[in-house]
């Protein structure tokens, strides 16, 4: 595909950004929702013949991993929209270094800029970073922990962590370039025209190193929240099955479960991404480096703005990250039970 080809594709993804994408969600659920509003009986048939007539570990026949990947990436497109003005003023107020950028003054900031798409400057990006990134982590997460399940072995729960981690990790690493991408779209306004212009614009000035600026915090991050978050969620879930009697709980306690694994998880890992936010626009528009690297950011952050500075920024994460999340593993959850991809039953 040419260049030029390239940039319209992207471009339009920009240009609509503000589409909202939670009609996919209405299809997607509605069959759901209205059985579990009218009380449930289809859902808990659903369940009950999963629980009965799938294997611990599934089939890797009738395209399971395509169905996952699927599920994983309508949840991170729907869930990214829905939270993306939240993002961005997470994004104003964690680069806000000199002072306490307040909630009312990046709402200000944003208003300023006369346009709905102000709410969503970044969302292209996010919503093409996150849906490979969300499909393959989910997606990775349920293959290993098959392959380790062939055997009929225990997973403990450190394994759990681990797999789960190293499925996060290794799905960050491979979308990295978009995160920078986003942190540049997020934080200004009129510097750049769209993605292509941003990724023009760092290569001529750093090079392609550029694009990885701040991957090692947000490696040395996203491990442990990815491990942290998808253990909790599947273990809670596990226990709310049980306490239902092997019925699946319904999407109010999905939401409720993601929401409170993703926030706790969240918290552990937020300092290490809020340096690679930092590093990752560092330099932005020409302007003189502030950070010689990882250590350096640690440092300086540490020595002018103490403990806080690494949680600036955090309510509005928090705010965004947890509602995205249950979102997030909502839909996921709820898109296997459409295309009937029961769960991996850990021994």
């Keep these: 595909m040419c260049l030029e080809s390239t940039d319209t594709i992207l471009t339009q993804i920009e240009s609509s950004e503000s589409v ?19 009380g449930g009986s289809d859902h808990t048939k659903l369940s009950l013949q999963t629980e009965q007539s799938v294997p611990s570990v599934p089939d890797e026949d009738n395209g399971r991993a395509i169905k996952l990947l699927v599920s994983g990436g309508a949840a991170g497109a729907i869930s990214r929209t829905v939270t993306a003005p939240i993002d961005r003023l997470k994004f104003l107020m964690q680069v806000s270094s000199t002072s306490k950028l307040t909630l009312g003054q990046g709402l200000a900031r944003m208003a300023a800029e006369r346009s709905p798409k102000a709410y969503f400057r970044g ?10 990134e969300t499909a393959l982590k989910l997606t990775l997460n349920d293959r290993v922990k098959s392959l380790v399940l062939k055997d009929g072995h225990h997973m403990a729960l450190w394994e759990r962590l681990v797999i789960g981690g190293l499925s996060g990790g290794i799905a960050q690493a491979l979308i990295y370039p978009l995160e920078v991408i986003q942190a540049h779209l997020a934080t200004t306004s009129g510097a750049y025209t769209g993605i292509m212009d941003v990724v023009r614009q760092l290569v001529h000035r750093d090079g392609y190193r550029s694009l990885y600026r701040g991957i090692t915090p947000c490696l040395l991050g996203i491990v442990p929240y990815a491990g942290v978050d998808i253990t909790l969620f599947e273990v809670v879930k596990e226990k709310l099955v049980e306490s239902h009697g092997g019925q699946a709980p319904g999407p109010h306690l999905l939401l409720l479960t993601g929401m409170t694994s993703s926030s706790i998880a969240q918290t552990m890992a937020y300092p290490l991404g809020l340096i690679r936010t930092r590093l990752a626009i560092d330099g932005q528009g020409g302007q003189p480096r502030m950070y010689t690297g990882m250590l350096d950011c640690l440092r300086r952050t540490w020595a002018k703005e103490g403990l806080m500075g690494f949680y600036k920024g955090w309510s509005m994460s928090l705010a965004k990250v947890a509602p995205a999340a249950g979102i997030s593993w909502l839909i996921f959850e709820e898109g296997k039970v459409v295309l009937h991809c029961p769960d991996v039953h850990v021994h």
Aim: with cysteine.
């Design 123 to 132: 969302n292209g990006t996010n919503v093409l970073k996150n849906v490979p």
């Design 20 to 38: 909202p994408l939670c009609c996919c969600a209405y299809y997607l659920l509605r069959p759901r929702l209205l059985n579990w509003i009218a």
